[in-house]
């Protein structure tokens, strides 16, 4: 049984069918998933699933992409959210600089980014991150508040070199691999995941974004998943089965789920 830990169904994308989509998971192989936040109206929305559905988990966070929107009553409601108990990780944060190329937009999101680090070290909780277009500011900051003493956490959709890769695994962190690895102009990807130790990948899909080859620019889901493992397991010469087990046990001993 697959574990999705990177996915966000509380997306208006999954408006039409959410309820039939989730319930099909068990039955084609997905046993859980993590619904993480995004936006600062999406807060609330992780709480529902994780309430209504026993399957899913929930991170709690807020993308770089908000991070103008955020004040203090957000961090303080992030921190309320992160005491319920299948809220397990404080994400989805980081850096993004692809959209936002204003030195005082990357100011902004450092400083948020650092304040929910700071939410993830005091309450003790595992991290998703992510990075784009941010390789070495997102390391640096990184590298800074676990020197000073985190519970670990996942690079999500990795997408940077092998050297960067090193630093981050060096740390005792986790890559989040999903649909890009099964795309044939994902060389640095594919790289990545041969040099990376199976033991600190976790699958993930990101979606409803990403879908896997042969899904690209299609919805994507958990139930792509396959997909991904498959791409892995030839990457690494092992079998599938092996790339389920080892990743369902990377997450237990990082998630706790």
């Not at 959210?81 to 959209?99: F, P, Q, R």
């Not at 650092?114 to 991150?129: D, G, S, T, V």
């Not at 890769?165 to 102009?185: D, P, Q, R």
Request: with cysteine.
């Amino acid at each position: 049984m697959i574990i999705d830990t990177h996915a966000h169904y509380d997306d208006e994308a999954f408006d039409a069918d959410r309820e039939v989509l989730l319930a099909s998971m068990q039955e084609h192989g997905i046993e859980k998933l993590v619904n993480v936040c995004a936006s600062i109206d999406g807060l609330q929305d992780t709480v529902k699933l994780i309430e209504k559905y026993p399957f899913i988990y929930g991170a709690v966070g807020v993308h770089p992409d908000d991070a103008e929107q955020m004040t203090e009553e957000t961090l303080a409601e992030i921190r309320r959210i992160s005491h319920m108990d299948k809220m397990i990780a404080i994400g989805e944060i980081g850096l993004d600089y692809y959209w936002h190329k204003e030195k005082k937009e990357h100011e902004i999101q450092q400083k948020m980014f650092r304040a929910q680090m700071e939410i993830a070290r005091e309450e003790k909780l595992p991290f998703m991150i992510h990075s784009r277009d941010a390789a070495e500011d997102t390391l640096n900051i990184v590298r800074e508040y676990m020197q000073g003493g985190m519970y670990g956490g996942i690079i999500h959709c990795f997408s940077y070199s092998r050297e960067i890769a090193a630093e981050y695994l060096n740390m005792g962190l986790y890559l989040g691999i999903g649909g890009v690895v099964t795309f044939k102009n994902a060389k640095k990807l594919k790289e990545v995941v041969q040099y990376a130790p199976l033991s600190q990948l976790v699958l993930e899909t990101d979606c409803p974004y990403m879908a896997p080859e042969p899904n690209r620019g299609k919805r994507n889901s958990s139930l792509y998943l396959p997909y991904v493992v498959q791409a892995i397991a030839e990457l690494k010469q092992v079998s599938p089965e092996e790339v389920i087990e080892v990743t369902r046990e990377n997450t237990h001993r990082l998630l706790g789920i």
